[in-house]
């Protein structure tokens, strides 16, 4: 078993917001940084070791993989995808053989700076106890995820990109799977039985609904949306509203499995 969960890192996706500037988005530079450094810097676990989903034709314009080896170390894992996939759930699926195993499974859309201290606390006290842990803040913008939680924060449905949002407990862009074959097994029953958001797109959020419907344990851990950095507005404005996280940053990058 690893010290440490395998961390999968979708970026097989295309933006023409942002290639439309040249550039794809996770190398979009904001502020002097690259989004995706920015992304990692504020997570309380390392990305030296994380299995990354690239599109082949972004490391031939781009060279992504070239470039995420010189952010984040030569030991990171690299999954090709030749064309885009359906969603980000199948992109992950790419990197099966490195997943579905026992292994716990963390999932980084990489798209939201979030303020996540206490997440590695809240999964060590808490990770024997459910199969899954959504982060959660506090919005109301139609454009994101949601969830219904009970009284003991337990998620009791999960809802992505309604124009109506079932509450206010909005899903973070990280999903926590204890076993990544569990991951596994209920995207595929997902996919299979064509279960999308409300704008017709796969999202690994909804994967919870099937652990749900099997009886399974899916907590909530309250963290804070620092800045959105998914889209072209979230990145300009990104220099005005970021502050610095409560702690050091730095400092946390190894407590998740520890």
Not at 43 to 62: G, K, M, N, S, T
Not at 75 to 103: C, W
Not at 199 to 217: F, W
Request: aromatic residues 8%.
């Amino acid at each position: 078993m690893r010290d440490s969960p395998n961390i999968v890192v979708p970026l097989a996706g295309k933006d023409k917001a942002f290639e439309a500037r040249g550039m794809i988005k996770p190398l979009t530079k904001v502020a002097g940084k690259e989004i995706i450094r920015w992304i990692a810097e504020s997570r309380p676990f390392p990305y030296d070791a994380a299995i990354f989903v690239v599109l082949q034709e972004h490391q031939a314009e781009y060279g992504i993989v070239d470039a995420l080896r010189s952010f984040f170390g030569e030991n990171i894992r690299v999954v090709i995808a030749e064309q885009m996939t359906e969603g980000s759930p199948q992109s992950i699926l790419l990197a099966r053989e490195l997943i579905d195993n026992d292994e716990e499974l963390l999932i980084d859309l990489g798209d939201q700076y979030l303020d996540l201290a206490g997440f590695a606390d809240f999964l060590a006290a808490q990770r024997d106890s459910c199969a899954g842990v959504i982060p959660t803040f506090e919005s109301y913008y139609y454009n994101r995820g949601y969830m219904l939680l009970d009284d003991a924060g337990r998620v009791l449905k999960v809802s992505e990109k309604d124009a109506t949002p079932i509450s206010t407990h909005s899903t973070a862009c990280i999903s926590y799977f204890r076993h990544g074959t569990e991951f596994v097994r209920y995207a595929d029953r997902m996919i299979a039985r064509q279960r999308t958001a409300a704008n017709g797109a796969y999202l690994p959020s909804l994967v919870y609904n099937e652990l749900i419907e099997a009886g399974k344990t899916v907590l909530s851990c309250p963290c804070e949306l620092v800045a959105p950095l998914g889209t072209v507005e979230g990145a300009d404005c990104f220099p005005q509203i970021n502050r610095p996280l409560r702690g050091e940053v730095g400092s946390r990058k190894s407590e998740v499995g520890s």
